[in-house]
């Protein structure tokens, strides 16, 4: 899936200018309310990702909240204050006028806040002394390792704005894109050896990533023992779909075993998130739907609604996949199949439209 930003100076305005055309919004400020605002938190400093303090916060929120943004879409507003956060500490005072357009559906489990960030970050990044002028007249520009490091933790400082309590693994993906294993903050770049397709299935039920992740502190410390032998069976879990998609798989007979594998590990996994109370009436409908087809599903992100993820095995017949999308369709669901392991972020000098 992709998410596209455009950020480009603007030459006869002296504003900053975020609009978001997926929801038909712009927010705007002149530049001089933002520097009047902001500028006793210094900056800009692009290569010195810093986290936003409270007291910031505050001022952030309070620029935030003069775009009087509708009730209805009040959940945007995390995202604008993680843009004002990055835009200020990257760029500076500096107008322009950035765009952001995306496939992915808020809030649902696919991680497109991190996303969100990753793209402001890069876009930001690219437009800051700290990529030359001369790479920046190249079209698509390749973003090396120590880049990617840089704008991954920017990113992950504008996933804290709106999370609160991020891990990092999603804004690391969107990095790097593939397939990471990502266990307490230290990643691992997986090669696959099989070719992955899921049926994502879109509850449409909306939650919030902070309050269910802020659930399972909760419960952690009211069953600690409990909870720590949860996280240690998803722990293993990890290592062992981390070795069968990485063990090859010379014909379809040891590929139908590998998927058979990975579909019982997706089963057990989806357990234990229910066990961490993250699953959800309508998760559990997917769930039961998929199973009829003997299909494996498990929730993707932090759960509690959103989507669902499906495997859908090499040899399965597409007829069983018509079926099974349209009963799900027909609960009111919303599918789509998607290829596993996608690129990262990239850069693109020029391009506007
Ligand atoms: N295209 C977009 N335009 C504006 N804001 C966005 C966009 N995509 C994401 N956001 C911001 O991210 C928030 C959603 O983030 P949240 O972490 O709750 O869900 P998610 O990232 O989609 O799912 P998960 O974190 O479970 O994978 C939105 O409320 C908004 O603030
Ligand atoms: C639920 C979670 O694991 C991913 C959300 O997509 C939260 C996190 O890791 O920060
Ligand atoms: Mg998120």
Avoid at 105 to 130: H, K, N, Y
Wanted: aromatic share 6%.
């Amino acid at each position: 899936m992709n998410f596209h930003l455009f950020a480009y100076p603007t030459e006869n305005d002296d504003r900053l200018t975020l609009q978001l055309k997926d929801m038909a919004l712009a927010f705007s400020w002149p530049i001089g309310r933002i520097k009047e605002s902001l500028s006793s938190l210094g900056g800009p400093f692009p290569s010195t990702p810093t986290s936003c303090s409270t007291a910031s916060m505050k001022l952030i929120l309070a620029l935030v909240e003069e775009q009087n943004i509708p009730e209805a879409k009040i959940s945007l507003a995390s995202g604008v204050a993680a843009f004002l956060w990055l835009y200020t500490s990257i760029l500076g005072f500096k107008p322009a006028t950035v765009v952001v357009t995306s496939e992915l559906p808020l809030g649902s489990g696919l991680g497109s806040s991190a996303a969100l960030c990753v793209a402001f970050s890069a876009a930001l990044l690219a437009c800051s002394d700290f990529v030359n002028v001369d790479m920046k007249q190249q079209g698509w520009l390749i973003v090396g390792e120590s880049e990617l490091e840089l704008l991954n933790k920017w990113a992950f400082e504008g996933e804290k704005l709106i999370h609160g309590k991020p891990s990092g693994i999603d804004n690391t993906v969107s990095t790097y894109g593939n397939m990471i294993k990502f266990r307490s903050g230290n990643l691992t770049c997986i090669k696959s050896s099989m070719p992955l397709k899921m049926l994502i299935t879109n509850t449409k039920v909306g939650r919030n990533t902070k309050a269910l992740v802020a659930g399972v502190s909760e419960r952690t410390l009211r069953h600690p023992d409990a909870m720590n032998s949860v996280f240690n069976a998803v722990d293993s879990i990890g290592k062992e779909l981390a070795n069968v998609i990485q063990t090859p798989a010379p014909d379809d007979l040891s590929l139908n075993a590998k998927e058979e594998k990975l579909e019982e590990l997706m089963e057990m996994n989806q357990g234990l998130l229910q066990c961490m109370g993250v699953s959800h009436a309508s998760i559990e409908t997917v769930l039961r739907t998929t199973l009829k087809y003997k299909l494996a599903s498990k929730l993707t992100g932090a759960g509690g609604g959103g989507c669902v993820l499906t495997l859908l095995p090499t040899l399965l017949s597409g007829t069983i996949v018509d079926k099974v999308i349209s009963e799900l369709e027909s609960c009111g669901f919303q599918c789509l199949i998607a290829g596993i392991g996608g690129n990262g972020a990239e850069i693109c000098f020029g391009a506007s439209s």
